[in-house]
């Protein structure tokens, strides 16, 4: 390796243990060697220290123990007597930054300067990516619409090149770090945060661009999320940092784009992210390091081509990304969807109770429509159009497939919403008679017209559900008359649609589904999925996985035949342990579907809500994804979580979807709803008069106001007193266990 690059790395790392050290030493005079410390909203601790040793840094003492650990690391400079040309000893030291600056952003925490604000704009960066954010992403992780994720590092020679790259990215679904600072081709020391922010682009989670912060060393942010993926999904433990650093070889695609020149912090940081597996393109003239770890200098004398670094990225990493694009004039893919269009933004909207408006699916026979066809019915269509403003709008779509069945018109419109707003510049919200949607004034002057709705629709339902749609047609009315009376129309069949949906339970069908999306970041994890129980993701029910099997019936969503019933109260089956053994290599040989407290099923990760037994009560505790207080078992979210995730089978404590509650499976063998002795205020809200009708049902109608929530009792003691008070009817019931 050159030592152009091994002195750079190993010199950074020097000098980054000592504003470690320095600053550390300065926290425990002013506040004491046992302050308590730890990142928002995390179970993980300091989580590239806590991956790599199991060390758990909960006090200022205990970030004195990692630094001893990171000078372990710390390698002698070389000069021209001790050089030795191999990659160990700037890896060692890229790894001994990494640490470094974990304790140097913690400390920075502690002291309120983190996040930071950027002093040229006011922009207050993400900071430290918090565990519910990943776990929020968890199943975009899965399912593909997020293949990769990139750390753009530095800055672009202009904002122009900066937008054109990002833009690149989100159209390939992308999810995007920004951190560092460079010059620009004008020797102005910006970053890319700064350059998107002066093109008005919009920046944060929803855009899939996210700024962690204006220093080389908030790059640690990323790769803290990404060490974490392999505990949360992956189920590996604390210290076995083989296993980490494979996981994040194989299974996180992520990369670097450096953009300007290399500093030492920068050359260490990317020998630490070399280490966990992560390649960096850069725009600069820099040494090539081979496999040997012998590198040289490979001059190119051409001007650097930037609209070929993010295909140049991809190669390297070895990504694979195919987006389906409806011919329309502006950029699109899930990146986009994201986007608010404000009031003083928007050309026209749609719906909204400011205009009628809904959408509908209907199912036709093959000789009944023209495929493609896109038909706009009104008077003075262009004219009203052009004026912007207000409109009313019905969208319907007709479908027709020779594997098209009734039961799939509904999940076709719930995709509405995603095809929609996956165009820059396009905003949807709601579904069937209650949809709204927005144009941005840019989209209109880029050449969104109405006709581009039916291009959208009829291109992207095609795409989604090939294997069972063969044609496609749009028609779309603007006149209010038309909406009105095919809105009546189309009301009476949601109805039907209900009631048909209503009459499904576990009983009436022989198949279940599996959802295998998690596996490829937790191996040993199987959703098993009836029609009384989502999956733990909240976003795939028994309908959904069917029809992924009918589109594509070698992928992630395979049938399950139930097979002789082991335990019907419990919700267990033959055929579903038979497959449960084959799909996870025998990790999990046996599973009940209405009970937490023997083999209940397992997790990736990315679960809404997460069940716990609180023993003292009789009862079982209901925390949404989310919530960052104390709960009743003394345990906060991310906490639970770690108990539950990675493909474990961990009795008394389970991951579900939130609509699984009010299901009548609901831990059925357990008791059902009258186990519930604590939830969330946001959650009692959400379940709303849904789990009101169900109480009734179970001739518990005040059941809602018998359970506890934060505002009442946040430990057991305080639980067990409002119980008794108010006279929950776990307390009468048989003992759990």
Sequence with gaps: MSKVIASAAIRASHELFKTAEENLEKAIAEKGKDFLFEFPDTAFFLPQIYAMTAFKVQTLADMKVALEMAREMLQDLPDETNWKPYLGEALDSGMATLFCEEIILALRYLNNEEPCKDPETGYIYNGFITDTIQRNLGIQLVDGRMPGFAAIIGAAPDAETAVKIVRELQEKNILIFLSGTAKDKDGKVTNVTQQLLSKGIDLGWETYIVPLGPDTEHTLYALDWSIRASMIFGGNKPGDYKAHLKYCKDRVFAFALVLGELDDVKWSTGAGAIVMGYPAICDTDVPVIHPTGVCTYEHVEVEFDHTKIVQRAFEVRGLKVTVAKPPIPVAYGPAFEGERIRKEDMFIEFGGQRTPAFEWVRTKELEEIEDGKVTIVGTDVEERFAKGGMMPLAIVLDVAGRKMQKDFEAIIERKFHHNINEAQGLWHMGQRDIMWMRISNQAQKDGITLEHFGIIHATMTKNRFKSIIDKVQVTIYVDEADVLRLQDEARGVYKERDHRLQGLNDESVDTFYSCLLCQSFAPSHVCVISPERLGLCGAYNWLDTKAAFEIDPTGGNQP?????????????????????????????????LYTIMDNPMTSCGCFECIVAIVPEANGIMLVQRGHTGMTPVGMKFSTLAGTVGG?????????????????????????????????????????????Q?????????????????????????????????????????????
Excluded: C
């Design 560 to 592: 399950i035949k139930k097979g002789e019933a082991m335990d019907a109260k419990s919700g267990r089956w033959a055929g579903v342990d038979e497959y449960l053994k084959a799909s996870t290599a025998g990790a999990v040989e046996s599973l009940n």
């Design 693 to 737: 009708a169900r109480a009734e049902e179970e001739g518990v109608p005040n059941l809602l106001n018998q359970i506890a929530d934060e505002t009442n009792a946040e430990d057991s003691e305080q639980l067990l007193e409002f119980l008794e008070k108010s006279g929950h009817p776990a307390l009468e019931m048989e003992p759990m266990f």
């Design 647 to 691: 493909g474990m089978q961990s009795p008394g404590f389970m991951g579900i979807g939130v609509n699984f509650i009010n299901s009548k499976k609901f831990l059925y063998a357990d008791g059902g709803l009258k186990r519930i002795v604590w939830m969330t205020k946001n959650l009692k809200e959400r379940l709303g008069e849904e789990f």
